[in-house]
């Protein structure tokens, strides 16, 4: 059953830790993105990768790591100094730059 | 700065009443557009795309869009909506390979129909 995974569905965290949110996904696509999604603002792009082991800022980057070691998974790596960690975070992949992306069910994140 | 515009935050519709939901982007070279419904508790899910060709667009469960150039618009519209269409829409743009196919959505609309 093809499709894109995330883990874990929600997460708890202590101010000041950083917390890895996974991506995975068996569709044989080669671009993989993450988002993060507030109410009222839409979906932002955080960082977004082409090809394995290359990966390009997105517009809200500050705060955030990736990596894209293999094709089918594109870890995100929340750090303390992200000012605004607790959001809904989501992963998409697409078969080729520029066509459509498919989404994954999100992660819920909550730093207190 | 590159954006784009959803006319409506919150909508409330009655069943079997015509739903028109506006997007303008403000880009001016060509464009990828999108719109994507979220339901309640469910994924983010492709609606219809427009890349090229005819400008109205047929999309799943009865949706059609159109893409009018002149105006930087790609509104949404169904006929008759029901209730099982309540949901969060969001119209997105892309503009290809050249900027790493990033899409930019709207703030999205969120429409509640009500039986």
């Known amino acids: 059953d093809g499709g894109i995974t995330q883990s874990p569905k929600y997460l708890f965290r202590k101010e000041g830790q950083n917390v890895t949110l996974s991506c995975e996904q068996n569709l044989n696509h080669d671009a993989m993105y993450w988002y993060r999604q507030d109410p009222g603002q839409g979906l932002r792009l955080i960082y977004y990768s082409q090809i394995v082991n290359d990966f390009q800022k997105g517009d809200i980057a500050e705060g955030y790591s990736v990596s894209r070691e293999k094709k089918e998974s594109f870890p995100l790596t929340v750090t303390s100094a992200q000012k605004n960690p607790t959001a809904f975070y989501l992963c998409a992949s697409s078969p080729r730059t520029g066509s459509e992306q498919y989404f994954g069910p999100g992660t819920r994140l909550t730093v207190t | 700065a590159q954006s784009v515009s959803q006319h409506n935050h919150h909508v409330i519709l009655s069943e079997a009443a015509s739903l028109e939901l506006g997007c303008n982007y403000s880009y001016g070279g060509t464009v990828n557009l999108f719109w994507y419904v979220q339901y309640p508790g469910q994924h983010l899910q492709l609606l219809l795309k427009y890349f090229s060709g005819d400008p109205l667009v047929k999309g799943i469960k009865g949706f059609e869009a159109e893409f009018i150039k002149s105006k930087f618009s790609f509104n949404l519209r169904k006929p008759s909506v029901q209730w099982s269409d309540t949901a969060e829409y969001f119209c997105?743009?892309?503009?290809?390979?050249?900027?790493?196919?990033?899409?930019?959505f709207g703030q999205g609309t969120e429409l509640s129909v009500k039986p």
């Open positions: 997105a743009v892309n503009r290809g390979y050249n900027q790493g196919g990033k899409l930019i």
